[in-house]
């Protein structure tokens, strides 16, 4: 199984709104990152995850506040977001964040926000 | 500042010519290197990963690296319409994990 999930697949929300977007990996991997993908430019990191503990922050604006619950499982909190936070946002998984082997994406959720 | 590079594209190719993506990269250190094809809307997904220097084929892929170049390539064979995406070049220089993309080549192909 080398599936990411990511939940929901749409999203619309409102500039005051509080939302969370989630995803998971059943591959034992141990890292897993968030990245934000606007149209027509490559994914950008938002957020590394290492063995459940936060390793890299992109310089991303408090709105967005991510959490590792467990080793299978990301949330993304959003919070009182701007028009222009709306894109694909991405969720993937690695063995470890210091392998050299390839990340796995999920199917990502598509973010409006109004 | 590590860079990848490649051309934006779009890239134009008909159907059954071999498409050629190209990606050079800055940093000497890297050790992995990945393409990605990505359709529009959709996440990107691995075509090809390769590690060492020389080429690596799986089915009408092949992916070339040459280090000392710091050039990645990847070429598709007997190219069809659904080959039609953005590919991202994408290597792994060691820093945590991080992947640094390239601008991503968008390639068409023609019936």
């Known amino acids: 199984d080398t599936e990411v999930t990511q939940t929901p697949k749409h999203l619309v929300m409102g500039m005051t709104n509080k939302k969370s977007l989630k995803c998971e990996q059943h591959m034992g991997h141990r890292a897993m990152y968030w990245y934000k993908q606007k149209a027509k430019k490559p994914p950008e990191l938002m957020f590394v995850?290492?063995?459940?503990?936060?390793?890299i922050n992109e310089s991303v604006p408090s709105r967005f506040s991510p959490e590792c619950p467990n080793s299978s499982l990301l949330n993304l909190h959003l919070h009182a977001l701007q028009p222009e936070d709306s894109a694909l946002y991405l969720c993937?998984?690695?063995?470890?964040?210091?392998?050299?082997?390839?990340?796995?994406f999920g199917p990502g959720t598509r973010l409006t926000v109004t | 500042q590590k860079e990848v590079e490649q051309n934006s594209g779009p890239l134009s190719v008909p159907e059954g010519a071999i498409a050629s993506l190209n990606c050079t990269y800055s940093d000497r250190v890297s050790q992995s290197f990945f393409w990605y094809r990505q359709y529009s809307g959709k996440s990107p997904e691995l075509i090809m990963s390769i590690y060492s220097n020389g080429d690596k084929e799986d089915g009408r892929f092949t992916a070339q690296l040459n280090k000392a170049s710091q050039y990645v390539s990847l070429l598709i064979r007997d190219s069809q319409p659904s080959d039609s995406a953005t590919y991202l070049c994408a290597v792994n220089p060691g820093l945590g994990g991080k992947l640094i993309f390239g601008q991503g080549t968008e390639l068409s192909v023609k019936p």
């Open positions: 993937a998984s690695s063995q470890a964040p210091d392998s050299l082997r390839q990340q796995y």
């Open positions: 995850y290492s063995y459940e503990k936060l390793s």
